[in-house]
């Protein structure tokens, strides 16, 4: 056995040996670290980035935190044109006026893109013209001023092609650019235009601008065609509730114009009410009717709207002549874009002193026949519409019956006028040939029926004035100059050389008094010539006529065998005389004298 001191003699030799084998296995660990680490210098490739590399987990899990920032920040990008997009919406609703609306949407859009200046041109859809409505930050004043031709500048090209443009630097140099004065244009740089577009129709441009060069990332460009988008909606709506409302107005008013057809007014004050109302729904400058006469051929103005005194008493026109006369002529709608450019319109000084542009032309047809035409001015070049059209031919159609309605209604007044007229006429007929019956004087067979014949053809002359003049009234100086020939063919042979002459002025009366004139006149011209100049081979008788302080003097005058000293007209049998006399006083309210010197006066006098 060991003893205590050799134990522990050997187990110090012990710990020594285990002491020194761990030094050997440090020195070869530090001797082999040293040789890896010079491994890893000669491959520049450190441990940590071997295990990155090598591990798929770690690149998948890098690659999606950068798509999820991505796709946040997009996130982020759309969430701001929506409330943009909201926002606009809201505005745009809540615009009391379209010119409003533009204001509002050009502020936008200066706000969108970070530029300096915007503005908005708006396409008339008729004459294909672009109007400044918006503008920010430019000069006043120019609103509705500065137009430009679809095709004309930088917004004309957009709003013909409809494509936008962005001009980042030197937008002025751009062939397409068009200098603007008052909106001084040249002062800026970059310049993007959008056009506003709506059910594939240009309604609109909008336009961005900065002073200095400016670059426009996409989703700007997108923002701002999303806008113009919208903008053009609401106007392409406000449009077509516009155009509602004026429907609904024009409706109305065709179904006012029915209702006047059938009302109990006058021709011309039908015609006239239909020229008002068309003139005022469908805001034209001048409204008229024309109606043809059919024995001159020509067009004359029955109705008009317009106070202007050129208008109204310009010439008639003859069918085939001017734009009216084509129309009538050819029984087709014609339209005008400008008379005052027109050869063919016959009054372009008129056109030109009252205003007047666009023209359009409706035959007015009653069972294929043309009777007149509707003629419509505007006030600024016009292009119209087949709804607009259809609106003024429905008008036209109108028009024609009611013009077709009034003729009936004369016609049938006519002919009771004209029962009325013959039943009188047969009665003063029959009293006449009943005074004739009872007279105590002893003529022949001819004379009697010779004096009846006298007496009818008298009255036929006036009934003959009546339809030729198709009046209520009646011209007494031709129907005495009608009755002067019939009387003298009658009673003078064909060798007496008697003047006869009726003078003075015209005189109208109602048909019932003139007749009555008539009859009295006839027999004053018989009496004139069978006591006065039928047994003389020459002599004058006199007609004359003429108004004293509303009193109508009507005298008949020879110079032929003078009456007896002692003539009493109030104590002779003559039934002429007896006739005069009474229908003088009984029927006119007149008085009647007879007297003769050298000439023989016969002389009645009655109020008007």
Same mark, same amino acid.
């Given at each position: !056995?060991?003893?205590?001191?050799?134990?522990?003699?050997?187990?110090?030799?012990?710990?020594?040996?285990?002491?020194?084998?761990?030094?050997?296995?440090?020195?070869?660990?530090?001797?082999?670290?040293?040789?890896?680490?010079?491994?890893?210098?000669?491959?520049?490739?450190?441990?940590?980035?071997?295990?990155?590399?090598?591990?798929?987990?770690?690149?998948?899990?890098?690659?999606?935190?950068?798509?999820?920032?991505?796709?946040?920040?997009?996130?982020?990008?759309?969430?701001?044109?929506?409330?943009?997009?909201?926002?606009?919406?809201?505005?745009?609703?809540?615009?009391?006026?379209?010119?409003?609306?533009?204001?509002?949407?050009?502020?936008?859009? =200066?706000?969108?893109?970070?530029?300096?200046?915007?503005?908005?041109?708006?396409?008339?859809?008729?004459?294909?013209?672009?109007?400044?409505?918006?503008?920010?930050?430019?000069?006043?004043?120019?609103?509705?001023?500065?137009?430009?031709?679809?095709?004309?500048?930088?917004?004309?090209? =957009?709003?013909?092609?409809?494509?936008?443009?962005?001009?980042?630097?030197?937008?002025?140099?751009?062939?397409?650019?068009?200098?603007?004065?008052?909106?001084?244009?040249?002062?800026?740089?970059?310049?993007?235009?959008?056009? !506003?577009?709506?059910?594939?129709?240009?309604?609109?441009?909008?336009?961005?601008?900065?002073?200095?060069?400016?670059?426009?990332?996409?989703?700007?460009?997108?923002?701002?065609?999303?806008?113009?988008?919208?903008?053009?909606?609401?106007?392409?709506?406000?449009?077509?509730?516009? +155009?509602?409302?004026?429907?609904?107005?024009?409706?109305?008013?065709?179904?006012?114009?029915?209702?006047?057809?059938?009302?109990?007014?006058?021709?011309?004050?039908?015609?006239?009410? %239909?020229?008002?109302?068309?003139?005022?729904?469908?805001?034209?400058?001048?409204?008229?009717?024309?109606?043809?006469?059919?024995?001159?051929?020509?067009?004359?103005?029955?109705?008009?709207?317009?106070?202007?005194?050129?208008? =109204?008493?310009?010439?008639?026109?003859?069918?085939?002549?001017?734009?009216?006369?084509?129309?009538?002529?050819?029984?087709?709608?014609?339209?005008?874009?400008?008379?005052?450019?027109?050869?063919?319109?016959?009054?372009?000084?008129?056109?030109?002193?009252?205003?007047?542009?666009? !023209?359009?032309?409706?035959?007015?047809?009653?069972?294929?026949?043309?009777?007149?035409?509707?003629?419509?001015?505007?006030?600024?070049?016009?292009?119209?519409?087949?709804?607009?059209?259809?609106?003024?031919?429905?008008?036209?159609?109108?028009?024609?019956?009611?013009?077709?309605?009034?003729?009936?209604?004369?016609? +049938?007044?006519?002919?009771?006028?004209?029962?009325?007229?013959?039943?009188?006429?047969?009665?003063?007929?029959? +009293?006449?040939?009943?005074?004739? !019956?009872?007279?105590?004087?002893?003529?022949?067979?001819?004379?009697?029926?010779?004096?009846?014949?006298?007496?009818?053809?008298?009255?036929?002359?006036?009934?003959?004035?009546?339809?030729?003049?198709?009046?209520?009234?009646?011209?007494?100086?031709?129907?005495?100059?009608?009755?002067?020939?019939?009387?003298?063919?009658?009673?003078?042979?064909?060798?007496?050389? =008697?003047?006869?002459?009726?003078?003075?002025?015209?005189?109208?009366?109602?048909?019932?008094?003139?007749?009555?004139?008539?009859?009295?006149?006839?027999?004053?011209?018989?009496?004139? %010539?069978?006591?006065?100049?039928?047994?003389?081979?020459?002599?004058?008788?006199?007609?004359?006529?003429?108004?004293?302080?509303?009193?109508?003097?009507?005298?008949?005058?020879?110079?032929?065998?003078?009456?007896?000293?002692?003539?009493?007209?109030?104590?002779?049998?003559?039934?002429?005389?007896?006739?005069?006399?009474?229908?003088?006083?009984?029927?006119?309210?007149?008085?009647?004298?007879?007297?003769?010197?050298?000439?023989?006066?016969?002389?009645?006098?009655?109020?008007?």
């Amino acid at each position: !056995m060991r003893t205590r001191s050799e134990a522990r003699h050997h187990g110090g030799l012990q710990d020594e040996s285990r002491k020194a084998a761990r030094r050997d296995f440090l020195a070869n660990s530090t001797a082999s670290g040293a040789k890896g680490m010079d491994l890893n210098r000669a491959t520049r490739l450190p441990q940590p980035a071997m295990r990155r590399r090598t591990d798929p987990i770690g690149v998948e899990l890098r690659a999606a935190q950068r798509e999820n920032r991505r796709l946040k920040a997009e996130l982020e990008e759309k969430t701001t044109e929506i409330e943009l997009l909201h926002e606009v919406a809201t505005g745009v609703a809540a615009a009391p006026t379209m010119e409003a609306m533009l204001a509002f949407i050009a502020e936008i859009a =200066v706000r969108v893109t970070r530029t300096d200046s915007s503005s908005i041109y708006i396409c008339d859809p008729q004459t294909r013209v672009l109007t400044l409505l918006a503008v920010h930050d430019a000069p006043k004043g120019v609103l509705g001023k500065l137009k430009l031709q679809v095709g004309e500048g930088i917004t004309g090209w =957009v709003a013909r092609e409809l494509q936008p443009v962005v001009l980042e630097r030197d937008a002025y140099l751009d062939p397409r650019f068009k200098e603007l004065p008052d909106l001084r244009d040249q002062r800026f740089q970059s310049f993007v235009s959008v056009p !506003m577009i709506a059910k594939n129709q240009v309604i609109g441009v909008l336009n961005v601008k900065t002073r200095r060069p400016h670059h426009y990332p996409p989703q700007q460009i997108r923002l701002l065609c999303a806008i113009a988008a919208q903008a053009a909606a609401s106007i392409e709506g406000a449009r077509l509730q516009q +155009s509602m409302r004026a429907r609904e107005t024009q409706i109305s008013a065709i179904s006012e114009v029915s209702k006047t057809i059938t009302s109990n007014l006058y021709l011309e004050e039908i015609l006239q009410l %239909i020229v008002a109302m068309t003139a005022q729904t469908l805001n034209f400058r001048i409204c008229s009717i024309m109606l043809l006469d059919e024995d001159k051929q020509e067009l004359v103005i029955k109705a008009t709207q317009s106070k202007s005194r050129d208008y =109204v008493t310009k010439p008639n026109l003859k069918v085939g002549e001017s734009v009216a006369g084509r129309a009538l002529q050819e029984r087709q709608v014609l339209t005008i874009r400008d008379v005052k450019q027109t050869p063919e319109y016959r009054f372009p000084d008129i056109a030109e002193k009252e205003g007047l542009c666009s !023209m359009i032309c409706i035959p007015l047809l009653v069972r294929d026949k043309a009777i007149g035409v509707l003629n419509c001015y505007t006030g600024r070049p016009h292009v119209f519409t087949p709804e607009e059209i259809d609106l003024l031919v429905a008008v036209a159609n109108q028009a024609g019956i009611a013009i077709e309605n009034a003729k009936l209604v004369v016609r +049938s007044a006519i002919i009771q006028e004209m029962h009325h007229r013959v039943k009188n006429s047969l009665q003063t007929v029959a +009293s006449l040939l009943r005074l004739q !019956m009872h007279s105590r004087h002893s003529l022949s067979v001819e004379d009697v029926l010779s004096e009846c014949v006298n007496r009818i053809v008298s009255i036929a002359a006036v009934h003959e004035m009546l339809a030729m003049e198709e009046l209520d009234e009646v011209s007494l100086k031709r129907v005495a100059e009608k009755i002067v020939t019939l009387t003298t063919r009658s009673l003078l042979r064909p060798n007496h050389r =008697v003047r006869a002459t009726v003078e003075g002025e015209d005189v109208l009366l109602p048909s019932h008094r003139a007749t009555r004139v008539a009859l009295i006149l006839n027999e004053l011209l018989q009496n004139a %010539i069978r006591h006065g100049i039928q047994n003389r081979r020459t002599g004058t008788l006199r007609v004359s006529l003429r108004t004293v302080d509303g009193q109508v003097e009507l005298e008949v005058a020879n110079d032929g065998t003078p009456l007896p000293h002692s003539f009493d007209p109030r104590a002779t049998s003559s039934l002429g005389l007896r006739i005069v006399e009474t229908l003088t006083r009984e029927e006119l309210g007149g008085r009647f004298t007879l007297e003769g010197e050298e000439w023989t006066r016969a002389r009645i006098a009655f109020p008007r």
